[in-house]
């Protein structure tokens, strides 16, 4: 029986995160992490995914449908009384998986099952877009395994719908980057624009803090529960500062690109979404001449840092008990490894 594997990079906001859900651009960069799916046809819908507390998993096809359906009809009463409460109930945990697997095997008209491995480097929780990344290869994989072919736009529309189960209300930004890869100028609800750079970004590095507590979706919706006078100030200066961004970017300027980056560590922690851990990574890289900021939704996660001199960047973090890592920016989007 064919088997056919798929991967799709994690993300990182370069900035934007957070005002991108009210409208607010935002710079998405493709990120040298993958998640791969392995994919083949089969009667019944099988899960393999190591990383996971229940590693194997597998239900009817019928069962996975009927709890997309299930997820999508509570999506639509969440978004009318915006409130998704209900939706993160059911999408808890592996069901993510089974409503995405259910939603897609429906949306391409597949009776059947499908047999899928999922392994790979984008952490769980992180703030680099795991549930994107999955779901953009969960479903190139199953469009692949049925030789069903299917346009990125499209592979990028379901994937989108399924981060709406897990997430709510998403701009749609993890999605098309994880679906496209590259560097990405992005508004909610409008053509994605790629940015090219004449020399990419390599002072780069990652650290991870700790597990959030919160869900993505919960801390969009702490967010949204603030008093509008308090939140309104921090997005729209989020928002000034993408343009910025993408002006620095375009011109190489180092110092104003990490001023920004400052900036909006600084804008996400009066939003209340930032963590000791956070703060003190962001500190101690304004300390030495670079620049930190969290990733994602926060409350935990991955940090972006930057700084001119890599080698003091990476000494200065490992001093603080980290283990940071690097990884290519702006990398290819979902592919076909094999089959």
Request: net charge neutral.
């Amino acid at each position: 029986m064919g088997m056919v594997t798929v991967s799709a990079p994690g993300k990182v906001h370069l900035i934007g995160e957070h005002a991108v859900v009210y409208g607010k651009p935002a710079i998405l960069a493709a990120v040298g992490r993958r998640i791969l799916v392995t994919a083949a046809k089969a009667d019944q819908v099988e899960v393999s995914d190591k990383e996971m507390e229940f590693p194997n998993q597998s239900w009817t096809a019928q069962e996975c449908r009927e709890a997309a359906a299930q997820a999508f009809r509570a999506w639509d009463t969440g978004s009318r009384e915006k409130d998704f409460s209900r939706v993160f109930a059911l999408s808890h945990g592996n069901n993510f998986k089974k409503i995405g697997i259910g939603h897609a095997l429906s949306r391409l008209g597949i009776d059947g099952g499908v047999r899928l491995e999922i392994s790979g480097g984008v952490p769980v929780g992180s703030g680099l877009g795991s549930s994107a990344s999955l779901a953009v290869a969960l479903v190139k994989a199953i469009a692949e395994a049925y030789h069903k072919p299917l346009p990125l736009a499209e592979v990028n529309a379901l994937a989108y719908d399924i981060e709406k189960v897990m997430h709510g209300s998403p701009s749609g930004g993890d999605n098309t980057a994880c679906c496209y890869g590259g560097l990405s100028w992005f508004v909610k609800g409008q053509l994605v624009e790629p940015l090219h750079l004449a020399r990419p970004l390599e002072n780069v590095m990652f650290v991870y803090t700790r597990k959030p507590v919160k869900t993505t979706g919960e801390l969009v919706q702490l967010v949204r529960d603030l008093d509008v006078r308090i939140r309104e100030p921090h997005i729209e200066a989020l928002g000034r500062a993408a343009f910025a961004m993408r002006d620095a970017l375009l011109a190489g300027d180092h110092a104003k690109i990490m001023s920004l980056i400052n900036a909006a560590q600084e804008h996400l922690a009066r939003l209340g979404v930032s963590v000791p851990e956070i703060d003190r990574v962001h500190e101690r890289m304004q300390e030495i001449g670079g620049a930190a900021k969290g990733c994602g939704a926060m409350g935990g996660g991955i940090v972006l840092c930057y700084h001119p001199d890599k080698a003091r960047m990476t000494e200065t973090l490992r001093a603080m008990g980290f283990s940071p890592w690097d990884a290519p920016l702006a990398v290819e989007g979902v592919r076909v490894e094999h089959s």
